[in-house]
């Protein structure tokens, strides 16, 4: 069941270091973790776990074999796609609570097929032209924090308090 906050989504992620700091992210953000398709590591991963620290108890994680099983449960909601593949920024959307931020592998980004089928819901982080991409973890964090932020959390900068 996804959150009524907020949804990341790893689509066969790679690098289980850049699975852990993400874990972590999402633990303390109260966002849920989707890890979708053929990942790179196994789950029991010692690189993982050290890199989510203690945080694995607080985490909310599904593993979902492909991404249309993730959309199809999840009909009404938006899934936003980010890529180096598209002009439109990822601070020019308004994020909704229950949205899903859909990232793409390491080495090779998301599939062209699934971002030209959601081209609409395409965003990007920009950076210099003559760089490649940023890391996934800094590029998730980025974009949950926006999405944070527009969910005007509280006063106290936590989830729950004003």
């Not at 890890?35 to 607080?58: C, E, I, Q």
């Not at 899934?79 to 609570?97: A, G, P, Q, V």
């Not at 062209?112 to 982080?125: A, P, Q, Y």
Request: a neutral charge; one cysteine or more.
């Amino acid at each position: 069941m996804k959150s009524d906050f907020l949804n990341i989504v790893l689509y066969e992620p790679e690098i289980p270091q850049n699975t852990g700091n993400i874990a972590r992210l999402c633990a303390c953000l109260g966002a849920k973790l989707y890890l979708v398709g053929r990942l790179g590591f196994v789950l029991s991963d010692k690189y993982l776990k050290r890199a989510g620290l203690d945080y694995w108890d607080k985490l909310e994680i599904e593993h979902i074999d492909t991404l249309e099983e993730l959309i199809a449960q999840n009909k009404d909601s938006v899934f936003y796609y980010f890529t180096t593949k598209t002009k439109r920024k990822y601070t020019s959307i308004s994020y909704s609570k229950g949205d899903f931020l859909v990232f793409g592998p390491e080495t090779r980004g998301i599939p062209e097929d699934i971002l030209r089928k959601n081209s609409e819901f395409c965003v990007t982080i920009p950076m210099k032209s003559n760089t490649r991409s940023l890391n996934l973890s800094n590029s998730v964090a980025i974009a949950a924090y926006e999405a944070f932020r527009q969910f005007e959390v509280g006063d106290a900068g936590n989830i729950g308090e004003k």
